[in-house]
């Protein structure tokens, strides 16, 4: 009996010993209706991010315009080669959790050939469009406007576009296709290129 008595003694102690360390209620005696209640406090903690994609994923995407030579500077539009959807159209896809993003174009002056004559920015044109199909699942798609070039002689930052938030969160994405409205005579030669100020920067900016 003693022992048992010990045995009981020890088990009580224990408990009363978890109970201060733990969320819990001890009830002794309990009779029908006692209750004893214990808690947890919960916490989930998000990261804010901010992601852009315009073209593959890597690397960088080139898109080419090539003019025959009997419609040189006639206004004949141009449609482009390369980019991911293949046409000179690539895909645009955006994702925050921090609110509105400021989308924009970064140019660093007019495309040039290897003589020094320059194509100004004013004769790339971007249309806007869904992707093809029905997109990515948990992704708007929709017709993202194109952040304007700037058209300075020595290029920068362009008009930029405010993607809008709904519960903070923005996740849209859609197509570019590019084209060359070839409405000006300009001499022979490959103008742009990364070398010669063919490379657009766009920049997803978390306001």
């Given at each position: 009996m003693k022992k048992l008595i010990l045995v009981s003694a020890l088990s009580l102690a224990s408990l009363l010993s978890a109970s201060a360390r733990a969320e819990s209620t001890?009830?002794?005696?309990?009779?029908?209706?006692?209750?004893?209640?214990?808690?947890?406090?919960?916490?989930i903690v998000i990261p804010q991010?901010?992601?852009?994609?315009?073209?593959?994923?890597?690397?960088?995407?080139?898109?080419?315009?090539?003019?025959?030579?009997?419609?040189?500077?006639?206004?004949?539009?141009?449609?482009?080669?390369?980019?991911?959807?293949?046409?000179?159209?690539?895909?645009?896809?955006?994702?925050?959790?921090?609110?509105?993003i400021s989308l924009n174009s970064t140019t660093t002056g007019e495309l040039a050939n290897a003589t020094g004559e320059t194509i100004p920015w004013s004769q790339i044109s971007v249309a806007a469009a869904a992707l093809p199909g029905p997109?990515?699942?948990?992704?708007?798609?929709?017709?993202?406007?194109?952040?304007?070039?700037?058209?300075?002689?020595?290029?920068?930052?362009?008009?930029?576009?405010?993607?809008?938030?709904?519960?903070?969160?923005?996740?849209?994405?859609?197509?570019?296709?590019?084209?060359?409205?070839?409405?000006?005579v300009v001499a022979a030669g490959t103008y742009g290129t990364s070398a010669r100020a063919g490379r657009v920067t766009y920049t997803a900016t978390q306001l």
């Open positions: 001890f009830v002794n005696p309990a009779v029908t209706g006692s209750t004893a209640t214990a808690r947890l406090d919960f916490s991010v901010l992601f852009l994609r315009v073209g593959s994923a890597v690397p960088i995407d080139a898109i080419s315009f090539t003019v025959p030579g009997a419609n040189v500077g006639d206004a004949s539009v141009i449609a482009g080669v390369g980019g991911d959807l293949t046409a000179g159209a690539v895909t645009v896809r955006a994702y925050g959790n921090g609110g509105n997109g990515t699942a948990g992704y708007t798609n929709a017709a993202i406007t194109h952040p304007a070039f700037n058209l300075g002689a020595t290029g920068g930052a362009g008009t930029a576009t405010i993607l809008p938030a709904t519960n903070k969160v923005v996740r849209v994405e859609g197509q570019w296709t590019y084209t060359y409205l070839n409405t000006n």
